[in-house]
């Protein structure tokens, strides 16, 4: 089975990630080189830093989508969704079944199992994007019982295992999911291949996602 990438900003024209089709194309050509089969295109929404152009996102993976199945990739649209002051929560899930959320860095959201229950509630799988980059967060935190309660799957980063921030929650057995959260490097095909390789019981994860 190939390889998939459940977070990546490839999405061009939309955020702060790839903004050129040209770009996009020359990205495709090496994750096909690397051996990928499906990647989840997940542009930025209510990021507060972050100005995402909406309007481009379906026209845009349209044309993505196509572009991808003449390299043998397929591709699935789905969002990264910033929680934390809004009341109702919208997002773009991938497959019509996962959630893929990220937090704010430096502090707990208020009212973040509500949020969470909001997710679940849409019959939605949350995944939490890249959970080593959470100052307010450890893997004894009774916040990673919440989100396994929520059933809630946890992603990082490759560039957490490269430096170590991600490796105290795979030690522990807490990850189900690496990605690349691609913004344009062309060497991130490459290195997730590389992670995937290394940590096989997590890939087998992934696979159970049935992407």
């Not at 903004?19 to 295109?41: H, I, M, N, P, S």
């Not at 152009?53 to 591709?75: M, T, W």
Request: glycine fraction near 6%; proline fraction near 5%.
């Amino acid at each position: 089975m190939g390889y998939i990438d459940i977070h990546s900003h490839l999405l061009f024209g939309v955020d702060h990630g790839v903004q050129t089709r040209q770009e996009y194309l020359e990205l495709l050509d090496k994750y096909a080189e690397c051996g990928f089969e499906c990647l989840v295109l997940t542009p930025h929404l209510f990021h507060p830093t972050v100005h995402t152009r909406v309007e481009n996102i379906r026209k845009n993976f349209l044309q993505a989508s196509e572009d991808a199945s003449r390299v043998g990739i397929r591709v699935l649209l789905g969002s990264e969704l910033y929680l934390d002051s809004q009341i109702e929560v919208k997002t773009i899930p991938f497959n019509g079944r996962f959630a893929l959320v990220e937090f704010p860095v430096d502090r707990r959201p208020f009212g973040l199992g509500r949020k969470l229950s909001q997710i679940t509630e849409q019959n939605l799988e949350p995944v939490i994007a890249h959970i080593e980059r959470y100052r307010w967060l450890t893997p004894d935190s009774k916040d990673i019982d919440m989100f396994k309660e929520n059933g809630a799957w946890i992603q990082v980063n490759v560039s957490g295992i490269e430096n170590r921030s991600a490796l105290k929650y795979i030690d522990r057995d807490l990850v189900d999911i690496i990605a690349d959260d691609n913004h344009g490097n062309p060497t991130l095909p490459g290195r997730l291949k590389k992670a995937l390789d290394a940590y096989p019981e997590i890939r087998y994860r992934m696979e159970s996602m049935q992407l």
